[in-house]
C-alpha cells in the first residue's frame, strides 16, 4: 500500500483528528473541493445546479456511520424522507445512498431493515432507486443478507460492492442472478492483506475483472443494473471499449463520480451520452470519509496542501 494512503487511512480512524481537524478552518477551506457544504440545502443546491448546468443527475449521502442510539438512527431515516420529499419539490433526477450503520445495524438489525423498508417504499413513489453504501469487511455479510431481504420486496434498491474484497466476485453473482443492482467501487477502508488485495494493480484487475461481469450477457438478460463509482480514467476508458466491443449500448450502465473530482471527465461522458450521476455528500461528520477521499488518490493531497495554505 502506498505510504500516503497508508497514513491517510489512520487519520480516517483517529477519534482526536475526527473530533477537533472539522473545527479547523484550514481543513474547511480544503474540503470545499470535495462537498458543497454541511445542509442539506447546500447539497439540494449543487444538484440543481448540476442539473441546469450540465444536464447531471446525482446522489445524495449524508456523511455518518456508527450510530450509538437508535433514536440517531431513527432521526437519521426521517432527514432522508424529508430529503425525499424536497427533492420532489425541486423536481431533481436524484437519487439517496444511505449507510446501514448510519440506521442502525449495530444495535437493533430487524429496525435497521424496516428503515430501509421505509426509505425503499419512499423512493419508489418517486420512481427512484435507494442505494445501500459497504463499509469496512465486517459489514458486507449482515448488509449483504439485510440488501436481498429488501431486494425481494423492493426492486429500486442497489448495493455498493468493493473490488478490493477477496469475496466481491461470489457476492456479485448472487446479485446479478437476484436481478438486483450495484454500484462498483475500488474500496477505500484500511483492510487486511486477508481479506482484500494490498496492491493497486490487483485492485485495478479485481475491478475491471468485474466491470466486465456487470455488462456481461447474463447480467443483462436478468434485469440487473451496473453503476461504476470510479475517477480512473485508465479504467472508465477500458470499460467504455469492452461494452463497444461486446455490442453495450452507453446507456446500458453507468458512471458514478463524486462531487468536484474529475469534472471534465464528468462533462465529457454526459456528453457523450453515457449514463452519470455525481454523489454528493454533506453533513458535519465528514473529517473520516475526507480522508478516506483523499487516501483513494494521494496525488489530490498536493493539490489540497495549496488550497489549504493559499492566502
Known sequence: MHPVRSVLLAASENRWMRENATRLPVFRRAVKRFM??????????????????????????????????????????????????????????????????????????????????HLAARAAAGGAML??????????????????????????????????????????????????AVRLVKGAYKEPASVAWPKKVDVDASYLALAKTMIGTDAGARGFRAVFGTHDVTIIDAIQQHAKTTGVANDAYEFALLYGIQRSVQQQLARDGYGLRVLISYGDYWFPWYMRRLAERPANVWFVARTMFAK
Open 131 to 180: 442505494w445501500i453504501d459497504m463499509e469496512q469487511h465486517q459489514y458486507v455479510h449482515p448488509t449483504l443478507e439485510l440488501y436481498h431481504a429488501v431486494l425481494a420486496e423492493h426492486r429500486n434498491v442497489g448495493v455498493c460492492l468493493q473490488a478490493y474484497l477477496y469475496r466481491t466476485e461470489k457476492d456479485l453473482q448472487a446479485i446479478i442472478e437476484a436481478g438486483g
Open 36 to 117: 458543497p457544504g454541511e445542509r442539506l440545502e447546500d447539497a439540494l443546491d449543487a444538484a440543481d445546479a448540476l442539473r441546469r448546468q450540465e444536464g447531471i443527475a446525482t446522489i445524495l449521502t449524508r456523511l455518518g456511520e456508527g450510530v450509538t442510539q437508535m433514536t440517531e438512527a431513527d432521526a437519521v431515516t426521517e432527514h432522508y424522507l424529508d430529503a425525499a420529499g424536497q427533492i420532489e419539490q425541486r423536481q431533481l433526477d436524484t437519487q439517496i445512498s444511505v449507510k446501514l450503520t448510519q440506521l442502525g445495524l449495530d444495535m437493533d438489525p430487524a429496525r435497521c431493515r424496516a428503515h430501509v423498508r
